[in-house]
């Protein structure tokens, strides 16, 4: 696995599907205020993950790979195969930068 910082908004969240089988990639936050579980997604944004799930699988009928969701607004992408696909899109979101240290 690649070992890849990827940095987001609380709203979003990382499913990966291998060979059939979805999983929700763990997440840390390092700021923030919310008493509910971080993961907690009915509780957060009133959708299930079940439901998700549904709606990922529907981009391209469960294609293996990452994929991203905006819990906020209910919308769904597919990445690609590699943690360095999910950065791409969320840049193609206008959401992150490439990192300076890494251009020299």
Same mark, same amino acid.
């Given at each position: 696995?690649?070992?890849?910082?990827?940095?987001?908004?609380?709203y979003?969240?990382?499913?990966e599907? @291998?060979?059939?089988?979805?999983?929700i990639?763990?997440t840390d936050?390092?700021?923030?205020?919310?008493?509910?579980?971080?993961?907690?997604?009915?509780?957060?944004?009133?959708?299930?993950?079940?439901?998700?799930?549904i709606?990922?699988?529907?981009?391209n009928?469960?294609?293996?790979g990452?994929?991203?969701?905006n819990?906020?607004?209910?919308?769904?992408?597919y990445?690609?195969?590699?943690?360095?696909?999910?950065?791409?899109?969320? @840049?193609?979101?206008?959401?992150?930068?490439?990192?300076?240290m890494?251009?020299?």
């Open positions: 696995m690649d070992n890849v910082t990827i940095i987001y908004p609380s979003f969240r990382i499913f599907c @291998r060979s059939g089988r979805w999983f990639k763990n936050a390092f700021i923030g205020t919310n008493s509910i579980k971080n993961n907690d997604i009915a509780s957060l944004f009133g959708i299930s993950e079940q439901q998700v799930v709606d990922l699988f529907r981009i009928g469960g294609k293996s990452f994929y991203l969701a819990l906020k607004h209910k919308t769904y992408y990445c690609g195969q590699s943690r360095e696909d999910i950065k791409t899109q969320l @840049r193609s979101l206008g959401i992150g930068c490439e990192d300076p890494e251009s020299q």
